[in-house]
């Protein structure tokens, strides 16, 4: 006996790292009786003997004492992983027989020349590795993926590793599936069970903003220079993020569902979350949030819903092996499905994005070397996947429903009438020109969706016009995140019949955002009225004002009575168009600007005509409409314009 414990001495004493040096003593690998963690044997004072003996050692690995687990593991999986990750082979069987909780802690091969369980203190039941993260289990899918060929192949495939050649310093591959040849990642290129210069006897530091343990395998694309890289300001539990680095957002063994390696990305029934780790620093000062906080916009009534369709894992990396054919082909939104978490930054919150640009292609910034446009991120759910996506409706304010559309289809720059997002819009008139420039834009100005849909802090009168131009706080983020009006707007815009039965023009507070609410809405020029919508033959004047205000108890109306969807009138299903007398069902037809007329399915035709119609001679500018409006209580069935005639004085441009 006393021979097999001076052997064992000067086992551990041969032992790579010099194991005494290096403070194993003193780490939570000191099983023995006076090792200093939880787990230690109550009675046994031999250090070394719990993994290895000088005589009859398991072939598997050095001199090693234990027997294997013959358990089936669930390797880890991802979307992106172009490495076979099958069973743990080499050292990493090793490091299992007792982080997999199967075998006891302290059954050992040989130990007094027989096989024998030590008796343990603060193990699980069983005598197994207790609960906790030390605890992996076989199901490995949270786990770092071990015991895989790392290869030049490998590397040329995914695109964003370095070569195996250069992992030949004290992060090196070691034996994996080929007896003799070191070509493997396994737990041992990590970690160094006798080494405790680091944290989790991890080899390399986890922190470093330019050098750590996953950046010595990891080369991200836009990584450097990223918001996230380089936050150097941010201090996220005592550490600055820019020198957490991964260490922000991942952990090698995370909760148990968080794809990719998560920190804390999985809810406690194990199901994935991708916005849990957002929300580590992303939430209020009060919950020990660092910067925008996102989860409380996330939690307000109208919200990109990034918490109920879990499970989808949206791809970043330069190899896409399983691109969705159309970007969304299930009903899915993450946080990553706006944002490339490494890559984005603050002068383009889209960098590395993919997208889908106005003809439906499919786009990507870091392989058609161009930013990806806000829009185009938008069309990945709101262009040809509505139906999918989105739905045929959409909640209406206050009431009801209103139907969602194609986006990409609505904002072409061909059409005779949309919101200026893809490109500069086709009314040029003056009178357009005078509404919009009081919030700072104009005829040839061109917005983004996020100026309509965001944050509804940035509405009423002191933030009129584009959110861009107004700064962001920790706790006013800009962004379609959440908001307490429908749709995500960042102001109200009542879009259900019947209309307000009084005016007050915070029920259009949305239009009023850009168009001045006195040029669009005073009874005549002379008050300040700029508008195309002006009756100069009959002297009714503004009839913005006739409709939203005098004569508002008539019928009711609302904006989208005669601008039923607000994107663009192409897909206008209620409107026929008579432009120099062509008449016709869509409003492309005579290429002339339209003006975003399009009624409201509640108003109908009149005289035979297939369509209400709305009239347009652009010699003499005047305009006509041959309809009958909703009634009061937004059925059909109300006033009768047989022709109306309306010209605005001036200001106008067909």
Not at 438 to 459: E, K, Q, Y
Not at 511 to 534: I, P
Request: hydrophobic share 30%; proline share 7%; glycine share 10%.
């Amino acid at each position: 006996m006393t021979v097999l414990v001076l052997l064992a001495g000067l086992l551990c004493a041969l032992l790579p790292l010099s194991a005494a040096a290096q403070g194993m003593l003193d780490s939570k690998h000191n099983l023995s009786v006076s090792g200093p963690g939880p787990v230690k044997a109550l009675a046994e004072t031999q250090v070394c003997v719990f993994c290895h003996t000088p005589h009859n050692a398991n072939p598997a690995g050095p001199l090693w004492n234990r027997g294997l687990s013959g358990a089936t593991y669930t390797p880890y999986a991802s979307g992106s992983l172009q490495a076979g990750v099958g069973q743990p082979n080499g050292y990493s069987r090793l490091c299992l027989s007792c982080h997999d909780g199967t075998i006891a802690i302290g059954t050992v091969s040989n130990l007094g020349g027989q096989s024998a369980t030590m008796q343990m203190q603060g193990t699980g039941a069983g005598g197994v590795m207790p609960p906790g993260r030390t605890h992996v289990g076989t199901n490995l899918t949270n786990d770092h993926p071990v015991s895989f060929a790392f290869n030049q192949a490998l590397s040329a495939a995914d695109g964003e590793l370095v070569g195996p050649g250069s992992l030949t310093g004290i992060i090196r591959l070691y034996e994996g599936a080929t007896g003799g040849v070191r070509d493997s990642l396994q737990c041992t290129t990590c970690h160094d069970p006798h080494l405790v210069a680091n944290p989790k006897f991890l080899k390399k530091p986890f922190t470093g903003r330019t050098d750590n343990l996953c950046l010595t395998c990891h080369v991200k694309p836009g990584w450097p220079g990223s918001s996230h890289e380089s936050a150097a300001s941010k201090f996220y539990q005592g550490t600055v993020v820019s020198e957490l680095s991964c260490g922000a957002c991942h952990a090698p063994h995370t909760r148990q569902g968080a794809p990719r390696l998560l920190k804390e990305g999985a809810t406690d029934a194990g199901a994935p979350a991708i916005q849990l780790t957002c929300y580590l620093c992303h939430k209020s000062p009060a919950e020990g949030g660092i910067t925008f906080d996102l989860k409380s916009q996330f939690a307000k009534s109208h919200r990109h819903p990034v918490g109920a369709y879990q499970g989808h894992e949206p791809i970043f990396t330069v190899a896409t092996p399983t691109p969705e054919a159309v970007l969304n082909t299930q009903k899915h939104v993450e946080c990553p499905d706006c944002h490339n978490p490494h890559r984005v930054s603050a002068a383009n919150k889209f960098e590395g994005m993919r997208g889908v640009d106005l003809a439906g292609t499919a786009v990507q910034d870091v392989t058609q070397n161009r930013d990806i446009l806000e829009f185009e991120v938008c069309f990945r759910c709101h262009g040809d996947t509505y139906p999918t996506v989105i739905g045929p409706t959409v909640q209406g304010d206050p009431v009801g429903t209103i139907p969602a559309g194609n986006k990409r289809v609505e904002f072409q720059t061909a059409n005779t009438a949309f919101h200026p997002v893809a490109g500069a819009g086709r009314n040029l008139s003056q009178n357009l020109a005078d509404q919009l420039s009081p919030s700072g834009l104009s005829t040839t100005s061109v917005i983004r969706c996020s100026d309509c849909h965001n944050n509804d802090f940035f509405s009423g009168p002191s933030f009129r016009g584009a959110v861009s131009q107004y700064p962001a706080s920790q706790t006013q983020p800009k962004g379609p995140h959440g908001s307490t009006w429908y749709n995500l707007l960042r102001a109200r815009v009542w879009n259900v019949l019947p209309g307000p039965s009084n005016w007050a023009s915070t029920n259009f507070d949305l239009c009023f955002t850009c168009h001045d609410l006195n040029r669009l809405t005073a009874r005549r020029t002379g008050e300040g009225a700029r508008t195309n919508f002006y009756d100069g033959i009959n002297g009714k004047d503004n009839l913005h004002w006739v409709h939203l205000i005098d004569r508002i108890d008539k019928s009711r109306p609302m904006c989208k009575s005669c601008h039923y969807n607000i994107h663009s009138n192409v897909e206008a299903s209620n409107t026929q168009y008579n432009v120099n007398g062509v008449v016709s069902l869509t409003p492309n037809a005579a290429g002339v600007p339209t003006r975003l007329i399009n009624f409201h399915p509640n108003v109908r035709s009149i005289d035979g005509r297939a369509r209400p119609e709305w009239w347009l001679n652009t010699a003499t500018k005047e305009r006509r409409c041959y309809l009958q409006c909703h009634r009061p209580d937004g059925t059909p069935g109300g006033e009768t314009m047989n022709g109306f005639q309306y010209r605005p004085p001036s200001g106008d441009l067909p």
